[in-house]
Every structure is written in structure tokens, then in C-alpha cells.
């Protein structure tokens, strides 16, 4: 089965960046989606179809992806940032949705 | 504006069946177009995505989870059903639906369901 692998954890000071990575072979064939679950709450979609992201999510959320990582960057990190973030994507040889085990940010 | 809303038992006894009900509001799912998921959350650890169905009534599970698990639609109700047999604690989690087209755009805030005797 198809498989995304995240880091556990990330830690950032605030005004820095975060990057996030997501890796499974060929990833950069797939599109990428990323959501932000706070403690407590259900997960949001931060970032959809790579790179793309809804309304109301802050400019400083990006998505790129090339070869076998995906990455979710974060810029200008606020403590309000802090959460677990989630890769997905949709196999289509197995028409599964697929998530990566999360990563945890820690902004310090 | 689309809203989901999980219901159903809390506490399910070991080997005994998890059901759950999603109700839409705000879209009817028979318009078609995505499809509606399960997605559960054991407290501390990952999400894990557990199926899906469409308006039609097809359906896609979770390989690990497949022979336990069903998910049915009524639109006459827009609603949309989770059962899943012969539970055990492995299954107890914060149980979301969601709509999905090829991601999840909208989610339920989520039930917890505990496994207990």
C-alpha cells in the first residue's frame, strides 16, 4: 500500500520558517494536500492540490512538491501555528485516501 | 453553507457493532460530485481513513478495515452511515465524516467512541 512518511516533530521560533515534508515514491505525480488539526478540533485543508489554498488560510501557508517529497512551508511562524499537520493524498490505483502520520510543530 | 454532523453510539461494547449517522446540511448529496467519507482519530495518534461512498452507492473501504466495515447512504434523509462489526479497543476513536472530492473540503466536528464492557 501506498505509504507518506512525516516527521514526528518540528520546532520553529516565532518569525521563522517551518517546513513540513511528506515523502512517498513519485509524490510529485500525486497531488499534495495538507491540513492544520488543532487540539481539541477537527482537521482543515491549509493547503489543497499541491500548492493551492482555500479562502481564508493566510498567504505565509505554501505547498511544493517535486520527486518524493512534498513540502508544507510555513513563513513568519506565529504561535497560533501550533498544531499537528497532516499530508494526504488520493491513490488512484487503490482509489484510497491516504495520510501521512502528522507532524507535530512546536513553536518555542 | 455545508455542515456535517456525526452522531450515533458513544460507548460500544467489545465485538458488538459501531454505528454512526452523518447528517448534511447545506449541500444534498445527491447533486453528486464528491464523495463522503469516515475517518477516525485514536486519541493521541493519526488519522486513518476508513471508507467512502458515493451518491450512487459505490463504495471504497479501508483494505484493513474492509471486512468489518459498512457505509451507506439514505438521500432521501441526506445522511450517510457508518457500521462497523465486531468492535474491539483498537476501535475506539474520535470518529469524523467528511465530504471529499480529492480532499476533504468539510468535516463533522467529530464523535468519540469508546470501547468498553
Known amino acids: 500500500s501506498y505509504v507518506l512518511t512525516q516527521p514526528p516533530s518540528v520546532s520553529v521560533a516565532p518569525g521563522q520558517t517551518a517546513r513540513i515534508t511528506c515523502e512517498s515514491d513519485?509524490?510529485?505525480?500525486?497531488?499534495v494536500h495538507w491540513y492544520q488539526q488543532r487540539p481539541g478540533l477537527a482537521p482543515v485543508v491549509v493547503v489543497y492540490?499541491?500548492?493551492d489554498r482555500p479562502s481564508g488560510i493566510p498567504e505565509r501557508f505554501s505547498g511544493s512538491h517535486s520527486g518524493n517529497t512534498a513540502t508544507l512551508t510555513i513563513s513568519r511562524v506565529e504561535a497560533g501555528d501550533e498544531a499537528d499537520y497532516y499530508c494526504?493524498?488520493?491513490?488512484?490505483?487503490?482509489?484510497?485516501?491516504?495520510f501521512g502520520g502528522g507532524t507535530k510543530v512546536t513553536v518555542l | 453553507q455545508l455542515q456535517l454532523q456525526e452522531s450515533g453510539s458513544g460507548l460500544v461494547k467489545p465485538s458488538q457493532t459501531l454505528s454512526l449517522t452523518c447528517a448534511v446540511s447545506?449541500?444534498?448529496?445527491?447533486?453528486?460530485?464528491?464523495?463522503w467519507s469516515w475517518i477516525r482519530q485514536p486519541l493521541g495518534k493519526g488519522l486513518e481513513w476508513i471508507g467512502y461512498?458515493?451518491?450512487?452507492?459505490?463504495?471504497h473501504y479501508n483494505p484493513s478495515l474492509k471486512s468489518r466495515v459498512t457505509i451507506s447512504v439514505d438521500k432521501s434523509k441526506n445522511e450517510f452511515s457508518l457500521n462497523l462489526t465486531s468492535v474491539t479497543a483498537a476501535d475506539a476513536a474520535v470518529y469524523y465524516c467528511?465530504?471529499?472530492?480529492?480532499?476533504?473540503?468539510?468535516w463533522g466536528q467529530g464523535t468519540l467512541v469508546t470501547v468498553s464492557s
Open positions: 494526504q493524498v488520493w491513490d488512484a490505483r487503490s482509489d484510497q485516501v491516504i
Open positions: 461512498i458515493y451518491q450512487s452507492g459505490n463504495t
Open positions: 447545506g449541500y444534498s448529496i445527491s447533486s453528486g460530485g464528491y464523495s
Open positions: 513519485n509524490i510529485g505525480r500525486k497531488s
Open positions: 492540490d499541491d500548492s
Open positions: 467528511g465530504r471529499v472530492g480529492t480532499y476533504v473540503d468539510s
